[in-house]
């Protein structure tokens, strides 16, 4: 780090100090993409003529009190804010070390409102995990075969009279999503057309009764560090 870096990040460490220290409403999620963000460009290095190489590993520190907000938040967070580092690295054209990973900490010597970021290149391997969020609440599909419905017998149960006991299913062989309405009273509908069976894409959205169902696959990696530490 250069004598002007130091001076811009002892800079911004005060202005994020003095304000966190007057307005104490606490971090938002916009403020932890904009601090990916500039880590990213900061540490982007020319490796070869045509590889631009950026940090793929992160860890945000924040206080005892962003922290609880931000967890309460779930495992949607840490989806969104990987979708964000992976869409700007395109965006810039760099490439990473391995898959992009995100970890969030609590600091006791962080005030409200302060976050800290460190960041590294560490070799990944990678796994896809397919999800759905059901009305804005994610769920893991661990299964084969996933029955999404009213009653008590399916998998994933959602309130909603305007579904069948057994509505929709939901299959995933391990590469790729399948959905099958399970002949409902009311219908499925797949992006606002009539759903009988069909493959899912990721980011496609399943309407069953006034229940919204949006299939995912997000990245969970295995991380390999140094020692053989994971």
Known sequence: MGFLDSIEKGLERAVNGAFARTFRSGLQPVELTSALRREMDTKAAVVARDRILTPNAFTLRLSPADYKRMRGMGE???DELTSFVTKHA?????????????ELESDDQLTT??????SGNVKQDIAWTPVVDVNGARHQLT???????????ADITVDDTGISRRHLEIAWDGNRGEARDLGSTNG???NGEPLGRSVLEP???ITVGRTRVVF?????AEVHRP???A
């Open 216 to 220: 995912n696959v997000v990245p969970r």
């Open 188 to 190: 499925s509908k797949l």
């Open 90 to 102: 395109g965006s810039q054209r760099y490439q990473f070390a391995g898959a992009v990973s995100i």
């Open 203 to 205: 980011g496609d959205i």
């Open 227 to 229: 020692g053989g530490r």
């Open 143 to 153: 299964h084969a075969r996933t029955v999404i419905g009213r009653g008590s017998e």
């Open 76 to 78: 949607t967070l840490t």
């Open 113 to 118: 409102g302060v976050l800290e970021i460190e």
